[in-house]
């Protein structure tokens, strides 16, 4: 920095003090002020932020190390957390760097490492450094997304992003309006508002209670719950929500889903959208999706595509036919955040229909600067306004790896999915779904079950005890039909067969354990 930047402090130190001689003159409400220096006292230490990016650099070097030695959960109640937070009265201020390194110690001792190779949980990937190098710039630069001629290099990063990841789903890169979300309910909640304003336009200027027919939404009994509350938010209620009852192989059934239709349209209802799952949480199962399109069309209805998980399959060449017919969804939501390893949250919302979005979103003002020409500004086309750059971290990842590296992602962990399954049967386990998609949900045959009251365990208990003793993560779903099981989803592609064998050695474990000790009781218990 030259003699001119010295020369620019000096005039700015010179303003500041006159306006604050000013205000102390005009009022008296302001403190004492340093007569040499206003505002020292909050200017940033260079040297200490340079510490501080250390210790940040530090905990990136180590972490990938070190994580396998860690435990996957930390045993830390809600009591002992607020207690330890309790020291930080924010009275007085605290150097960078070491507010920097017991946060980064708090992170490390008193969280789920969803980053764990054996973390097999909710759809919490492990994510790529590549993305919390993006996200780093992102906070320094701090760009505004709600204008497009606030910031053009992020809102056509963004959009260049979208446009290859929409090729990759079959749409038409150069039509296709897509943005990116907080997450997956947002996109959601996007196409529900968006599909709304398209198939029942009165609905926008007149709002539900000028309708005469309640619009209808369906969904299957194993799609996100996050549509309910949609269904709330959007005005429908929930009794406007049409849960579609599921097959064996818990997919939405499209006949039971056309009688639906076809019953609630004579009983004056309006069939607006239906929407098909592309990997459900429970199970990982993914909807017929080109025979739910068919129904949608014959009745006129919005097709959306949840693929909020399930849409990376799309970049491998062999799971891409369990997507047929998402390229004829009106809309699609897919989450980066999920299967394409990016920090949280990357949601993204695309959509077939160029204008359909704007005739939901669309408003204006004079306190937002004029448009840009050959831009569409995002304020006036998404649910948020001020929005942080939340693609640049996708930009930066798909940079990084190439579509091909990611197919490469994508398909090992598929092949880690698979090789669980057999080492789960091959220990006596039995898998209770069906899908080509990395997510197992399994049981026991010594495990108590519906119409089994006298298993040696139950389900719950084991997988407690997997995730107490700290060397894997899973959880437990009770599958439609009243079923509960284990449930393991391959989030990280750090994950390999080694990790898988301390799972099941872990499972073994704590089912002969649980077992043993429940030589003791006598009679049924009720399932936990």
């Known amino acids: 920095m030259g003699p001119g930047w010295s020369r620019r402090q000096s005039l700015v130190r010179g303003a500041l003090l006159a306006a604050a001689s000013r205000g102390r003159a005009a009022c008296g409400l302001i403190g004492a002020v340093s007569d040499e220096r206003p505002g020292e006292e909050i200017a940033e230490d260079r040297a200490?932020?340079?510490?501080?990016?250390?210790?940040?650099?530090?905990e990136a070097e180590r972490l990938p190390r070190e994580i396998r030695d860690l435990p996957v959960a930390a045993a830390v109640t809600a009591r002992r957390m607020r207690a330890e937070l309790a020291r930080y009265d924010f009275r007085q201020p605290l150097p960078l760097a070491r507010a920097t390194e017991e946060l980064a110690s708090l992170l490390r001792d008193r969280s789920v490492h969803v980053i764990h190779p054996r973390y097999f949980g909710l759809f919490n990937p492990t994510a790529r450094e590549a993305g919390a190098v993006a996200d780093a710039l992102v906070a320094l630069y701090n760009p505004q997304l709600a204008a497009w001629s606030h910031n053009p290099a992020a809102n056509e990063i963004e959009r260049h992003t979208l446009a290859a990841l929409a090729?990759?789903?079959?749409?038409?890169?150069?039509?296709?309006?897509?943005?990116?979300?907080?997450?997956?309910?947002?996109?959601?909640?996007?196409?529900?508002?968006?599909?709304?304003?398209?198939?029942?336009p009165e609905a926008a200027e007149d709002g539900l209670a000028g309708l005469g027919a309640r619009p209808t939404l369906y969904v299957s009994r194993e799609g996100h719950h996050s549509f309910a509350k949609i269904a709330r938010m959007a005005g429908l209620g929930t009794a406007g929500l049409r849960e579609v009852a599921v097959d064996g192989r818990l997919a939405l059934d499209p006949a039971t889903l056309d009688r639906a239709m076809a019953a609630d349209a004579r009983e004056g209802r309006r069939p607006f959208l239906v929407v098909a799952t592309a990997g459900t949480t429970s199970a990982g199962v993914v909807d017929p999706i080109?025979?739910?399109g068919e129904?949608?069309?014959?009745?006129?209805?919005?097709?959306?595509?949840?693929?909020?998980?399930?849409?990376a399959a799309a970049l491998s060449p062999r799971l891409r036919p369990v997507l047929a017919g998402i390229e004829e969804a009106d809309s699609v939501t897919w989450d980066a955040h999920k299967?394409?390893?990016?920090p949280m949250g990357a949601g993204m919302f695309f959509c077939r229909h160029p204008d359909a979005p704007a005739r939901a979103f669309g408003t204006a003002t004079t306190y937002m600067p004029a448009g840009s020409k050959g831009a569409r500004d995002p304020y006036a086309t998404t649910v948020q306004w001020s929005r942080r750059a939340t693609g640049i971290k996708v930009f930066l990842s798909l940079a990084e790896l190439g579509l091909d590296g990611y197919r490469r992602l994508i398909e090992h962990q598929a092949a880690m999915g698979d090789r669980l399954r057999e080492l789960l049967k091959d220990a006596g386990w039995e898998v209770a779904n069906d899908t080509p998609l990395p997510l197992v949900c399994f049981t026991h045959p010594d495990i108590e079950a519906p119409g089994k009251p006298r298993g040696k365990s139950r389900i719950g208990e084991v997988v407690a005890e997997v995730v107490r003793r700290g060397r894997a993560w899973i959880s437990k779903?009770?599958?439609?039909?009243?079923r509960p099981v284990a449930r393991a989803c391959i989030t990280s592609y750090r994950t390999e067969e080694d990790d898988l064998r301390v799972l099941v050695e872990e499972l073994e474990a704590a089912r002969t354990a649980l077992a043993r000790n429940a030589r003791r009781t006598v009679g049924p218990r009720p399932e936990r």
Request: hydrophobic residues 55%; charged residues 15%; glycine residues 12%.
């Open 48 to 58: 200490e932020a340079r510490s501080a990016w250390e210790v940040v650099l530090r």
């Open 295 to 311: 129904v949608a069309r014959r009745h006129g209805a919005w097709l959306h595509v949840d693929a909020a998980w399930g849409g």
């Open 290 to 292: 080109a025979a739910i």
């Open 477 to 482: 779903v009770v599958l439609t039909g009243g």
């Open 167 to 200: 090729g990759v789903l079959g749409f038409d890169p150069a039509t296709t309006a897509a943005h990116f979300t907080s997450g997956g309910a947002e996109a959601n909640l996007t196409a529900v508002l968006v599909a709304l304003a398209d198939r029942i």
């Open 339 to 342: 299967w394409l390893s990016v």
